[in-house]
């Protein structure tokens, strides 16, 4: 298991965490479900459904970049910006 960062830009916050995780898109997953946790951004029900369409998502690779990926989606007229960077 590696350690990944994952840095979610979302709403005008920054929101920082890590994870022990076997790949990219299994820390990206374990992220979805920890955004549901994450009080002081934004509503509940905004959380939710961001965690929902993330945890959708398979992180593309940055090209020439190592051990960074990135997803996105989109609450309503909000993006969510994600890069997951493999730090162990």
């Not at 992220?31 to 398979?58: F, N, Q, V, W, Y």
């Not at 992180?59 to 493999?86: D, K």
């Amino acid at each position: 298991m590696a350690l990944f960062t994952v840095v979610l830009e979302f709403d005008g916050g920054t929101y920082v965490s890590q994870f022990k995780a076997s790949s990219a898109h299994a820390a990206a997953v374990k992220h979805a479900a920890h955004l549901i946790t994450i009080k002081g951004m934004s509503t509940p029900l905004d959380r939710k459904r961001l965690a929902d369409r993330l945890s959708l998502e398979e992180p593309i690779a940055i090209q020439g970049i190592r051990n960074v990926w990135c997803c996105s989606a989109s609450v309503g007229r909000r993006f969510a910006l994600v890069n997951i960077v493999a730090t162990a």
